[in-house]
C-alpha cells in the first residue's frame, strides 16, 4: 500500500515515518484500531486467541470467550478449525525483556 506525504504528496515507501522530500511527519497508518493483534502472554484462557481478538478489537473478552465455545458446538468444527489458525497465525506477545521492569521487592 503506498504512502503519500500529506504535505508535499511525495510518495514514499510504506513504513516511512518522515517525508524524505519536505521532513514532514507522516502519520502511522493502523489497520486495526487500537492495540496490534497479539496473543497477550498474560491473562489466557486456552492459547490467547480470544484475547487477542478482544483486546485489538476492543471487544469484551467474555463474550469473546462464550461464542467462541458456542461456535465450537455449534459449527461443526469451523470454530474450531479458525481457533486454531489464529493460534498459529496470530503472534505472542514479546516476552518483556528481563530487567525492563523494576525488580519485585
Ligand atoms: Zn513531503
Do not use: H, K
Not at 455449534?74 to 496470530?90: K, L, N, Q, R
Amino acid at each position: 500500500m503506498a504512502v503519500f506525504c500529506q504535505r508535499c504528496g511525495t510518495g514514499l515507501p510504506t513504513g516511512a515515518r518522515f517525508c524524505s522530500s519536505c521532513g514532514a511527519v507522516v502519520p502511522v497508518m493502523q489497520s486495526v484500531p487500537g492495540r496490534p493483534l497479539v496473543r497477550p502472554l498474560v491473562g489466557r484462557q486456552i492459547a490467547g486467541v480470544c484475547l487477542a481478538l478482544a483486546r485489538s478489537n476492543g471487544w469484551d473478552v467474555g463474550m469473546i470467550r462464550i461464542i467462541t465455545v458456542l461456535g465450537f458446538i455449534f459449527s461443526g468444527g469451523f470454530v474450531g478449525v479458525a481457533y486454531v489458525a489464529g493460534w498459529i497465525g496470530i503472534p505472542e506477545e514479546p516476552m518483556p525483556m528481563p530487567g525492563e521492569y523494576p525488580p519485585i521487592v
